[in-house]
T-cell receptor, first 113, second 114 residues
């Protein structure tokens, strides 16, 4: 079974630009969560989608948004990029039933210059 | 808000020494999960603990879930260089309507001197 696929793996953007990251979950998984990871800050939860609906949201500004499609694929968008948005963005998929774990993709490394 | 505190933040050991990381939640959890992230990699699921007082072992790793389901620990016996990485706990809160939330600790980074 294929794992979680995130594209692109690396991205360099300029301040003020916007970016869209993509995540394809494991086949059959309907829940997709997004995390921002920076050194020393652990995994900062952005949002979780299940069946195209946002179920949970973290404490990030409105510049961060996401969506999920009917095939469970998800995209995350960051508008008006700031230098502080440079981070590893991780996507995790799960079955979203009790007692199931999250499967992470390899992440997208975003650098804002 | 709900928090999971994980200590220590960093641990440096000699190969062969033991290592323990602790997670403490401000609220009672439904269950707790542990993940390992190797340097340059992504978090990989290790185990889930569900029952109060549960203890599970995976070779040299021992996981415990407290009686009150508010704290947990991961203990590694006789560390090896392959144990290097960051260990995260994620407290899971579940409630009616198939709702679920993961509350992540900040992780403990383990370095092992050969």
């Amino acid at each position: 079974k294929a794992g979680v696929t995130q594209t692109p793996r690396y991205l360099i953007k300029t301040r003020g630009q916007q970016v869209t990251l993509s995540c394809s979950p494991i086949s059959g998984h309907r829940s997709v969560s997004w995390y921002q990871q920076t050194p020393g800050q652990g995994l900062q939860f952005l949002f979780e989608y299940f069946s195209e609906t946002q179920r949970n949201k973290g404490n990030f500004p409105g510049r961060f948004s996401g969506r999920q499609f009917s095939n469970s694929r998800s995209e995350m968008n960051v508008s008006t990029l700031e230098l502080g948005d440079s981070a590893l963005y991780l996507c995790a998929s799960s079955l979203y039933v009790r007692n199931t774990e999250a499967f992470f993709g390899q992440g997208t490394r975003l650098t804002v210059v | 808000g709900q928090q999971v505190m994980q200590i220590p933040q960093y641990q440096h050991v000699q190969e062969g020494e033991d290592f323990t990381t602790y997670c403490n939640s401000s609220t009672t959890l439904s269950n707790i999960q542990w993940y390992k992230q190797r340097p340059g990699g992504h978090p990989v699921f290790l185990i889930q603990l569900v029952k109060s007082g549960e203890v599970k072992k995976q070779k040299r790793l021992t996981f415990q879930f407290g009686e009150a389901k508010k704290n947990s620990s991961l203990h590694i016996t006789a560390t090896q260089t392959t144990d290097v990485g960051t260990y995260f706990c994620a407290g899971v809160k579940e409630w009616a309507g198939n709702n679920r939330k993961l509350i992540w600790g900040l992780g403990t980074s383990l370095a092992v001197n050969p």
